[in-house]
């Protein structure tokens, strides 16, 4: 499945522009630049502009802002799209009435006592440590706790044209290397901290709890097959606590419709991310990011509302 084949790619096209699916008309500007490759209109007076500091110029796509590792580390622009995805993932999941807890501090650390816990404190840095907490532990549909990292990823050589092999999309690529990753991690604090390489305690908890779900967004709007399948699984839960209450004509179609709103939700929220971080970087060579604050995030009342708008927006209304 291509970017452009991803329902969540193409959800700005059919949203309604109401609530939280809303996207300003600098935002609007930057998603449809982005979806069809070419170059981005908030960067185009900026082109060839150095960076601050970095010896960094602005491209005309923007691309520098997300493919720069100094820049993504120093500004936490990756970070912020990153976080952003997690909260709404966390929100989807509470809406279903699924059991969730974000940023799960005691899946590995609680294994590093004594000593070697205050060594762990002292020479590993913070982003060391946080790449250990996995971002999202939830209740499958097996009544299994699951985990899951969310990621995502610019556009660039890396991800997307130079990935292998190429017939894989570029987030289900990154998906695929999430849980090798964090085996890495640990197997790493293993030997340099406890002393117990291979097969230590962190790593053999690892093999206990099962792989981390990769949770992809990439750079077009596009989401990982493992994103998809735990948003199937949110609507239909949804679907089956609410489709009486909401009025829908069944639970099978409610479960439909809700999986449409949320690509669209999903879509929207990472699409507009991804300009925000763009316009945002503009700060750094004295562009006006005011113009990028957007709508936080919605109380129970609000994704209410959104339901009842997909229903009503499904019959004609």
Not at 190 to 210: F, H, K, M, Q, W
Request: charged share 25%.
């Amino acid at each position: 499945m291509s970017a452009q084949a991803c329902k969540a790619a193409r959800s700005f096209w059919q949203a309604i522009p109401h609530s939280v699916l809303r996207l300003k008309n600098r935002f609007w500007a930057e998603v449809v630049s982005n979806s069809f490759g070419l170059a981005s209109p908030a960067m185009a007076p900026w082109v060839g502009t150095l960076i601050g500091d970095t010896g960094l110029r602005v491209d005309p796509r923007g691309d520098i802002f997300f493919t720069s590792t100094r820049l993504c580390n120093k500004y936490g622009a990756r970070t912020i799209w990153s976080s952003a995805m997690e909260l709404e993932l966390r929100d989807t999941l509470r809406e279903a009435d699924v059991p969730v807890i974000h940023q799960v501090r005691g899946a590995f650390e609680d294994l590093i006592r004594g000593a070697a816990r205050g060594r762990y404190f002292r020479e590993k840095s913070k982003r060391t440590r946080d790449g250990i907490v996995p971002d999202l532990r939830w209740r499958d549909e097996d009544g299994e706790f699951v985990l899951g990292d969310v990621k995502t990823i610019g556009f660039g050589k890396t991800r997307y044209w130079g990935r292998s092999p190429a017939s894989t999309r570029a987030v289900d690529a990154r998906a695929a290397s999430v849980h090798t990753d964090m085996r890495s991690k640990l197997r790493s604090i293993d030997r340099t901290i406890l002393g117990r390489s291979p097969n230590g305690p962190l790593e053999l908890r690892l093999s206990a709890v099962g792989p981390i779900r990769g949770l992809v967004f990439g750079a077009f709007g596009e989401i990982s097959e493992e994103a998809r399948t735990l948003l199937c699984y949110a609507a239909d839960a949804t679907a089956a606590r609410t489709w009486v209450a909401d009025g829908a004509t069944s639970e099978e179609h409610a479960a439909a419709l809700l999986k449409n709103r949320l690509y669209r939700r999903w879509g929207i929220k990472t699409a507009r991310e991804y300009a925000r971080i763009k316009i945002d970087g503009l700060r750094l060579v004295g562009g006006n990011p005011d113009f990028t604050n957007a709508p936080g995030h919605g109380d129970d009342d609000a994704r209410f509302y959104d339901r009842q708008q997909a229903y009503v927006h499904a019959r004609g209304g």
